[in-house]
């Protein structure tokens, strides 16, 4: 990002091209830490329990739930890519387990909330679940209207050049983080034991 273009690979700095140009990532991924800081609505699925919000108090409102205004229904910020490939799952709620289904969503939001197959999440293992949770990806009106708020035009990619653009977001990875070991304290307040 700062022009040194021997820190990644062919295929990452491929990637790089593609996410600053036709990907179009960059128009809300974008500065130092690949975010505008901005609330955008991107037609992401909503799994969970929600936040209380809709005709049964099981989807998120986003954004509207602070400013009020419904023209923000759906929207949430932008989040920094540093350490992205570190950072699954992905989308507000955890929607998709790794860089390339996340990816393929932003190419075509409307099509992809529309096939996403919410029964095949991966949701951690806790009776606070229920069927419930499945409810907004399940309702065909619901859908329509998370669609048409999507800001993302449908974009056409090879799936080689989605290859390059993971290859690219691995680059973000701060080798340091990939071993936290050292950040373990020696002891806690509390005076409880560190467990290994």
């Known amino acids: 990002m700062e022009g040194d273009q021997d820190c990644m690979s062919k295929e990452a700095r491929a990637g790089l091209d593609l996410f600053l140009g036709r990907g179009q990532c960059a128009t809300c991924h974008s500065g130092r830490f690949q975010t505008d800081h901005r609330f955008h609505a991107i037609a992401m699925p909503q799994i969970g329990p929600g936040k209380g919000d809709g005709e049964y108090g099981n989807h998120d409102f986003g954004r509207e739930r602070v400013t009020k205004n419904e023209s923000d229904r759906y929207k949430f910020r932008t989040p920094s890519l540093r350490n992205v490939a570190l950072t699954a799952p992905y989308g507000h709620c955890g929607a998709y387990p790794d860089l390339e289904s996340v990816i393929r969503h932003h ?39 998370l669609a048409s708020q ?15 653009i993971i290859d690219f977001l691995h680059c973000l990875t701060d080798p340091r983080s990939l071993n936290l070991l050292r950040d373990i304290p020696a002891r806690v307040p509390s005076g409880l034991p560190i467990s290994d």
Do not use: F
């Open 107 to 145: 190419l075509d939001p409307g099509g992809s909330l529309v096939s996403y197959n919410a029964a095949a999440t991966r949701m951690p293992n806790t009776n606070a679940l229920t069927s419930d949770d499945a409810a907004v990806m399940q309702d065909q009106n619901l859908l329509g209207e």
């Open 150 to 164: 999507s800001e993302i035009d449908r974009i056409s990619l090879t799936d080689k050049e989605v290859s390059q």
